[in-house]
């Protein structure tokens, strides 16, 4: 079972920076495809931003464009959200999503994911 653990969220002002870390314990980790995705109180969950295997290929919501940053380092098994100029309606509950592909490919589907992290916590106060 791959398990996907996030860290790093928090509460901050409105303009400032938080980095989400998701820790995958997956040997294979190189070879999934990961997101990110929020969702905010009596919302539905919604795409944040996604990565290939390889770091190669990034695709974000038009909401968070120019102000997040995905990245992984294979390495480390991690994939990191960088959340810039943070702003209140990003608050919410953040989850990690990996899938594995094999190929230059990734999902901004939800259910095209099959695990899942706990979810980490970001509030933005104005």
């Known amino acids: 079972q791959v398990r996907l653990v996030e860290s790093g969220g928090g509460l901050v002002q409105a303009g400032g920076t938080l980095r989400l870390s998701c820790a995958v314990s997956?040997?294979?980790?190189?070879?999934?495809?990961m997101g990110w995705f929020r969702q905010a109180p009596g919302k539905d969950r919604e795409f944040v931003a996604g990565?290939?295997?390889?770091?190669?290929?990034?695709y974000y919501a038009n909401s968070v464009k120019g102000r997040f940053t995905i990245s992984r380092d294979n390495a480390e098994n991690t994939v990191y959200l960088r959340m810039d100029s943070l702003k209140p309606e990003d608050t919410g509950v953040y989850y990690c999503?990996?899938?594995?592909?094999?190929?230059?490919?990734?999902?901004?589907?939800?259910?095209?994911?099959?695990?899942w992290g706990q979810g980490t916590q970001v509030t933005v106060s104005s």
């Open positions: 999503a990996a899938r594995y592909t094999g190929r230059e490919i990734l999902f901004t589907n939800g259910n095209d994911y099959r695990y």
């Open positions: 997956e040997h294979t980790f190189g070879t999934y495809s």
């Open positions: 990565i290939t295997w390889s770091g190669n290929r990034t």
